[in-house]
Structure formats: C-alpha cells, structure tokens
C-alpha cells in the first residue's frame, strides 16, 4: 500500500467511513466481501473488535486480496473463499475515484481484478472513501488501472496508447514490475477525464491479454464519503 496519504486526518476519516458503513449495512451471519485497501482495512478492523464484543457475531469473509487476508486473519476476522460461499451478501471496499454517477476507478493497490471478481458475487456493494476521492469525473484524478498479462505486455501498452492514455507499468520501490496476486502486471493509464466511461470499458474487454481494467460501473450502490463536514450518504438512484 505505497504511496497512500497516511495522515492521521485522512486515516481518522477512513475509520469514520468505515464505522458509519459497519454500523449501517453488517448484520451478525452476513457472507461479508473484505475490500483491499486502506480505508478497507479500517472496516476489517472496525468489524474484528464488533466480533470480539458481542455486537456482531457468525460473521466471515471472503477477502479480495492477499494483503487483506493476512490482515483480516491478525484482527481475528474468520475466512471463506468465494467456493465455498459463492453468494456474497454484502462488500465494503474503498475506491480511487468516485464520480457524481457513483461509477468508480479502483486498482490502485493492485486488487482490481479478485475485488471485481467478489463485487459481481455481491448482492450489495459498499464503497468507503474520504473526500479527496470524489471527482466531477473519472480519469480525473487518478490514471486507470488495466491488468495485462505479462506475455507480450509491450502490445497491451502501444494499445493503450493508441486510445488516448499515457501510460506507465507499475513498478516495486525496486524498479521491477509489480506483480498482482494472479501473476500479472498492472499499467496506469493516464487518459484525463474519460468522457464515455463504458465506450472504455467495452474497448478494454474486447482485448486479448487485457485481463481487467480499474472502471467499476454500475456496481457501487451505496457510496459513504467521510471529510471535515461529516459523513455523508451517496445512494444510487
Ligand atoms: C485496491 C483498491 C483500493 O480500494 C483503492 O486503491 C483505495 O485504496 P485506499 O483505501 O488505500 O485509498 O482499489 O485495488
């Protein structure tokens, strides 16, 4: 989780999102989606110490990374696999942008691919984010994730160019590519605003060896903001 504003102001609103989500959406014997990130692990934490007193109870979680795992596992937080429960009720993760539609850009810890995966087996998506990720549109403020397989990534990049992006692979403080939990790397795409979001995502599928990209849409259906005013509640119509 590199690269992330880790102020205690920002970590205090994550924890106030991630509560006010908690609070509002987990009930005791919910298959709950552990989104990866660090306003996510506030709702890991935030739900291991409702488990240990008594507020919650028959809880477990299909986390959506490694890293979540291991730290859902410390915090005491009990596992499944989406095997063996493949209908999620409820996910909470956070998100790198979130637009006035509430259609999302994810990725940015590299997670994309296994949290798309737990959202689509999700009955109610949950994102948690401070203020700083709210944008008048995606492509805005943060470049798109798009994972690639490694063999033949250069192709994946000249196509993602020639659709507009800057581009970057994702590198390791030392210099190598960054590989995701499913072996592959990650390019950043720097694009702007994107002005049709699903025109995108539809050129992005249709590509051999783009395995998935960081447009989530149509998938949030409840997004809790926390910043200096409070928190508040964006709903999809
Ligand atoms: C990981 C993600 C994260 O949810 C996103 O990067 C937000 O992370 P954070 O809460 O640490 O800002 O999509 O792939």
């Not at 994550?14 to 506030?42: C, N, P, W």
């Not at 259609?103 to 087996?121: M, P």
């Not at 990049?157 to 499913?182: C, V």
Request: negative net charge.
């Amino acid at each position: 989780m590199s690269g992330k504003d880790t102020s205690s102001t920002t970590l205090s609103l994550k924890r106030q999102a991630a509560v006010y989500a908690v609070d509002t959406f987990v009930h005791s014997g919910m298959i709950l989606g552990l989104g990866s990130g660090t306003t996510a692990l506030e709702a890991v934490r935030y739900i291991a110490e409702c488990l240990q007193s008594g507020k919650l109870s028959n809880i477990v979680g299909v986390p959506c990374s490694i890293w979540i795992e291991e730290h859902a596992i410390d915090a005491g937080v009990p596992l499944t696999t989406l095997d063996e429960n493949p209908r999620v009720d409820l996910t909470i993760d956070g998100a790198d942008e979130v637009d006035p539609h509430l259609d999302l850009i994810k990725g940015g810890g590299a997670s994309l691919l296994r949290e798309k995966i737990v959202a689509q087996a999700t009955a109610h998506e949950v994102i948690i984010v401070d203020e700083s990720k709210i944008s008048e549109g995606l492509g805005i403020r943060f470049p798109l994730p798009v994972e690639v397989i490694p063999f033949g990534w250069t192709t994946q990049d000249t196509f993602l160019r020639s659709l507009g992006a800057q581009t970057s692979m994702r590198l390791t403080p030392e210099g190598q590519p960054h590989i995701t939990n499913q072996g592959n790397y990650i390019i950043d795409c720097a694009f702007g605003q994107i002005p049709d979001p699903y025109a995108l995502a539809e050129q992005l599928q249709s590509r051999a060896g783009i395995v998935e990209h960081g447009l989530f849409l149509g998938i949030a259906r409840d997004v809790i903001v926390a910043g200096s005013e409070g928190v508040r509640h964006l709903k999809r119509p």
